[in-house]
C-alpha cells in the first residue's frame, strides 16, 4: 500500500503526541501498572496484533486470559516467511506474506518496534513512485507537464480535506477525471485502503485520513520479520494461546459466557473480547446468542472487506529503473495495483536482486483469485511485458533445473481470500459509511463482549491517534482502548 504520503505537506496531523490513558500513564512502562482485583478470567478470540496487545495489557494488570486461535500460528495478517518454508526467493531481507510497512515513524507500531530496538530503514513515498500511464511508464518528475495527471495528483493530495459525501464511492468523487488517469486513482485511494475505488466510500475514507496523525514517512524492519517481532515483545500473551481452537459460539444469555470451539469443547469466562477479522463477523462463523445488538449489525454491513491476494516475484536485475532514481512504488498497473519494491533500501548490494512486493485487493483480487497461482503471476508478468518491451519475461528469476518450462517462474503466493480464518485483506467504509460505524462495531456488549481488531479503530480522544482502520497501528490502539473498557467494568462493577 502506498497510504497518504501527503498530510505532512498539507501541515496536518503532525503533533503525533502520545496520548495515554490515566492507567497507563502514571505508568514507565505504558503497558504495566497496578494489579486489578478480579477472580474472573478473560478470554481473548484471534491472537493477531490486537489480540496479542489487549491480552498482553490485561495480563500486565494481573488478569487472567485465555487466547483462542483458530489456526496453528500466532500474528494473523501479519504473518513472516520462515526457514522451514523453504521458499524460492533468495530476499536477504524479512519476507512478508501479509502486513510489511510501518506506516508512520512516530505511529504506534513504529513505536513499539523502536522499544524492541529491531532496526529500521526509513523512505518517503512521492518522488520515488512511479506510474503506468498511457503505453508506459513514468516517474512523479516526468509527468510534472501532464494536466490530467497533475489534476489527479492535487485531487489525492486535497482529498483528505475535500469532505465529500458520505454517500458518494471514490469513483463517484473521480468521475471528472480523465480515463488515462483513473487507475492511479484507483491505486492511491481504492488499493491502498483495502479494495477497488468503486467500493469505498469517500466520506468515511477522507474522515479516518484527515484524522490519523502520524507523519508521512515509511519505515520496514530490515532484519527482523514482524512475526518474530510481536512474538519477543508479546511473550506473556504468546504463553496464554490455545492454538486450533476456532471459536463458533458465544452464549452471553448468563452470568457466564460460554465460548464453545469447533471440536464442540465448551469453556466458561467473565468477559470475552472479539478480535477476529470484520469478515469472520460478517459470514457468520461465529454465532452469538442472544444475537447481536441491531446497530451493531447495521454497521457491519456498511463496513466491507474483500478479497486480497499477495505475490512476492524476484528478478534477476532491475530493470523497471531508467535512471539512477531508485523506484519505490509501481501503481497504476491494471493487474496489480500496488506494486512495492521490497528491495529497495534493504538488499545488500542494493541493486540486486530485487523483489516485487505485489498486493490486490477488490475485484482484481477476486478474478486473480480464481486463478492457479502460477497464472496470478502470469498476469502481472504479461502487463509488466507490455510496458516494458519484455523485460519482465526476460529477467524474472526461473528455476534453473527446469530452463525450458514455461511454468518455472519463481514465486510465492499467498491467498488471503481462502485462508479460512482471515477471508480477505482489510475492512474499509462502503458508500454510506460513517465512522460512527466503527464506534457501533467497538462498542461493548453487556460488559461482557467487547470488541478490538483494525476495523474497530477509530480516533479517541483519550488515546494515540497514530493509527488508522486496516493498519496495525489501528489495530494496536483498538487493543488499548479495549483493554480500557475491559478494566474499567471490572473496576466500576
Ligand atoms: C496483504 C496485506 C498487507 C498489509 N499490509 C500492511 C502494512 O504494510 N502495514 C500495516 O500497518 N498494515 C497492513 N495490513 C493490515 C494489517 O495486517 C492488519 O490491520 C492487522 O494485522 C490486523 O490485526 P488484527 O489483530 O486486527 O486482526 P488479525 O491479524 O486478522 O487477527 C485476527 C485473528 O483471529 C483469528 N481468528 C479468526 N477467526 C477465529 C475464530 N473463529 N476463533 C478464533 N480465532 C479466530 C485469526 O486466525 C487471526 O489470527 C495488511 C494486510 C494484508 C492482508
Not at 519476507?95 to 529491531?118: P, R, T
Not at 485502503?193 to 475514507?205: C, D, V
Not at 488499548?480 to 467494568?489: K, P
Request: with cysteine.
Amino acid at each position: 500500500m502506498n497510504r497518504r504520503k501527503i498530510l505532512k505537506s498539507l501541515g496536518l496531523g503532525l503533533s503525533a503526541g502520545l496520548v495515554l490513558p490515566p492507567w497507563l500513564s502514571s505508568c514507565s512502562n505504558p503497558e504495566e501498572g497496578p494489579e486489578i482485583s478480579y477472580s474472573g478470567t478473560v478470554c481473548v478470540i484471534g491472537a493477531g496484533v490486537a489480540g496479542l496487545f489487549v491480552a498482553d495489557i490485561l495480563i500486565s494488570k494481573g488478569i487472567k486470559v485465555k487466547i483462542f486461535e483458530a489456526s496453528n500460528r500466532l500474528g494473523g495478517r501479519i504473518r513472516s516467511a520462515k526457514f522451514s518454508d523453504d521458499l524460492p526467493l533468495i530476499a536477504d531481507f524479512p519476507v512478508e506474506y501479509g502486513a510489511d510497512v510501518i506506516y508512520g515513524s512516530d505511529s504506534k507500531w513504529a513505536g513499539l518496534i523502536s522499544l524492541s530496538g529491531v532496526p529500521v530503514v526509513k523512505f518517503q513515498t512521492g518522488a520515488t513512485d512511479r506510474y503506468r500511464i498511457d503505453d508506459g511508464v513514468k516517474t512523479t518528475a516526468e509527468l510534472a507537464a501532464d494536466t490530467d495527471f497533475a489534476a489527479a495528483l492535487t485531487f489525492y493530495d486535497n482529498f483528505p480535506l475535500s469532505s465529500p459525501s458520505a454517500g458518494q464511492s471514490i469513483q463517484d468523487v473521480a468521475a471528472g477525471f480523465n480515463m488515462r488517469v483513473q487507475k492511479i486513482i484507483d491505486s492511491w485511494l481504492g488499493n491502498a485502503y483495502g479494495t477497488s475505488y468503486s467500493r469505498i466510500g469517500a466520506g468515511a475514507l477522507a474522515q479516518s485520513m484527515a484524522e490519523a496523525e502520524h507523519d508521512p514517512e515509511q519505515v520496514y524492519a530490515s532484519q527482523n520479520s514482524f512475526e518474530n517481532i510481536l512474538i519477543s515483545r508479546f511473550s506473556r500473551a504468546v504463553s496464554s494461546i490455545q492454538y486450533n481452537r476456532p471459536v463458533t459460539s458465544i452464549d452471553y444469555s448468563g452470568e457466564e459466557i460460554q465460548v464453545t470451539d469447533q471440536n464442540n469443547q465448551t469453556e466458561s469466562f467473565g468477559k470475552v473480547i472479539v478480535t477476529t477479522p470484520l469478515s469472520i463477523l460478517k459470514s457468520g462463523d461465529i454465532t452469538f446468542s442472544p444475537a447481536l445488538p441491531s446497530v451493531k449489525m447495521s454497521s457491519m454491513n456498511n463496513l466491507g472487506m474483500d478479497a486480497c491476494v499477495r505475490m512476492l516475484i524476484e528478478f534477476k536485475l532491475n530493470f523497471w529503473d531508467t535512471d539512477e532514481a531508485p523506484t519505490n512504488y509501481l501503481l497504476g498497473v491494471t493487474e496489480a495495483p500496488t506494486i512495492l519494491n521490497a528491495s529497495l533500501k534493504r538488499t545488500i548490494p542494493n541493486d540486486d536482486p530485487k523483489t516485487m512486493v505485489i498486493t490486490v485487493y477488490g475485484s482484481k483480487a477476486e478474478e486473480l483469485s480464481a486463478l492457479p497461482d502460477i497464472d496470478k503471476v502470469k498476469r502481472v508478468i504479461e502487463e509488466l511485458d507490455e510496458v516494458y518491451g519484455g523485460k519482465a519475461t526476460l529477467n524474472v528469476r526461473r528455476d534453473d533445473e527446469n530452463p525450458d518450462d514455461n511454468t518455472n517462474i519463481l514465486f510465492v503466493v499467498k491467498d488471503w481470500t481462502t485462508d479460512p480464518f482471515i477471508k480477505g485483506g482489510i475492512s474499509y467504509p462502503k458508500p454510506g459509511a460513517t465512522m460512527q460505524d466503527r464506534i457501533n462495531l467497538a462498542e461493548p456488549v453487556e460488559s461482557k463482549l467487547f470488541f478490538a481488531g483494525e476495523a474497530t479503530y477509530y480516533t479517541h480522544e483519550d488515546f494515540d491517534k497514530t493509527g488508522e482502520p486496516g493498519t496495525i497501528s489501528g489495530a494496536l490502539i483498538s487493543a488499548e482502548r479495549c483493554a480500557q473498557e475491559v478494566i474499567d467494568s471490572i473496576v466500576n462493577a
